[in-house]
């Protein structure tokens, strides 16, 4: 019976610990900001993002001189969903290959894993 | 197409695969005349490179005939002779523009597997795991070449395949390796290592300016070439102690610069390496690193550690007290081969060097198997070998 109790704790506390862990995590309604540098002048890249329409449901982005005229940072905030193309790692790999197709006008192609 | 395949740990096949053809505008096809085993694929052959999938084609060091372009490339031309810069590279973003070619922020399309592991991502290279890229190599008939606006060299007829193949990879990765250490006259440059990358790099520090070159190795006929060939003095790390003899050759002063032209799979006579051995082998640890220790310890104070060996993860009991407090400078990275191909071009057209002096075994891609052992075991005194396709 004590074995019993000290079993029905240790779960207790194992489930409480989990959800404090979960609520504790960022919620994927938070907005989220990404970042990357074009190295192409901001009035190019502002308009080629227009263009392009890759990420239609960003809220925000913002186009800034990078230092040295080292080209331009882009800035976007984006509230994540879990499914789509406004998950953090979809976002993060279209904000790639808008780099690619500012940069080279093409999107790299090797193996997939 | 026949191409070399990897299909797991020491297992390399010869097989029949689709042929490539252009998928992006700044493509091109090049058939394959002439192709390296490196010692860089000897990793991928035994299995310290992660994520690489049965199947893989391999193959870094290619050159080849030009048979169709893409429409954004205009400086190369069907039938054109090419040599291949085994980085892939755009030309276009910031790294490219400061002639970082090994770390084109736009060439490979799994950077985000190599931010995991290193942070940030360096280039795609061929046919070196899904994490650079995942493209397809150069060990087979045809290659498709991304980026041939950017990275092919137009060779002249009168060099043979043989003199141009190494500007592709193992040239400029030694050139590179010397021109880090910053030689001075009267320097003393100690490198270890007589493999195809050792050997150049003895070659380069002597063009660079080096006083002497101390080669490091075990294998007596790599030794042999290291001093009839290139040039340098060697020590044999199994019959005697590497600091104690770099220390007594250098008036105690220790080596002005140090090359590791060896990397994760080195090797010595003494406890270290058993001490790596078990600790790779337990997954504690991914590199064996007993040559860039030893390294570390041979130079100067003041002096600079130069690291070409390819290494891919963690490494443990790193000497960093001897970096800091005996001011070394420790430089490396994947070499920026597009940088280097025409200055070192026009280093064999003036006579200056004959990269072929390397090459021991020449076989057709069929025997690609049989290259991959003898080349990993040394057997027949095997320095370099190439492969033809046809």
Known sequence: ?113 | MKATCWMGRKRIEVRDVPDPAIINPHDAIVRVTSTAICGSDVHLYDGFIPTMQRGDVLGHEFMGEVVDVGPEVSNLRVGDRVVVPFPIACGRCNMCSRQLFSLCENSNPNAWMAEQMWGYSPCGIFGYSHMLGGYPGGQAEYARVPFADVGPLRVPEELTDDQVLFLSDIFPTGYMAAEQCNIQPGDVVAVWGCGPVGQFAIASAYMLGAERVIAIDRFEYRMRIARERAGAETINYERTNVYEAIREMTGGRGADACIDAVGMEAHAANAWHLYDKAKTMMMMETERAVVVREAIMCCRNGGTVSIAGVYGGFMDKFPIGAVVNRSLTIRSGQTHVHRYMRPLLNRIQNGDIDPSFIITHRIPLDAAAEGYAMFTNKEDECLKIVMQAA
């Not at chain 1, 938070?30 to 993002?49: C, D, G, I, M």
């Not at chain 1, 080279?104 to 090797?110: L, Q, R």
């Open chain 1, 1 to 113: 019976m004590q074995a019993q109790r000290i079993g029905l704790g240790i779960a207790v506390a194992s489930l409480a610990g989990v959800a404090v862990a979960t609520l504790a995590r960022p919620r994927h309604s938070e907005r989220v900001s990404k970042t990357f540098t074009v190295n192409r002048p901001p009035e190019q890249v502002a308009q080629l993002w227009l263009d392009l329409d890759l990420l239609p449901k960003v809220e925000n982005v913002r186009f800034d001189p990078a230092p040295g005229g080292r080209g331009t940072e882009v800035r976007v905030r984006f509230r994540p969903r879990l499914m789509g193309k406004l998950r953090k790692t979809s976002v993060q790999e279209q904000l790639r290959e808008f780099k690619q197709l500012a940069e080279t006008g093409e999107i790299a192609a090797g193996g997939a894993l």
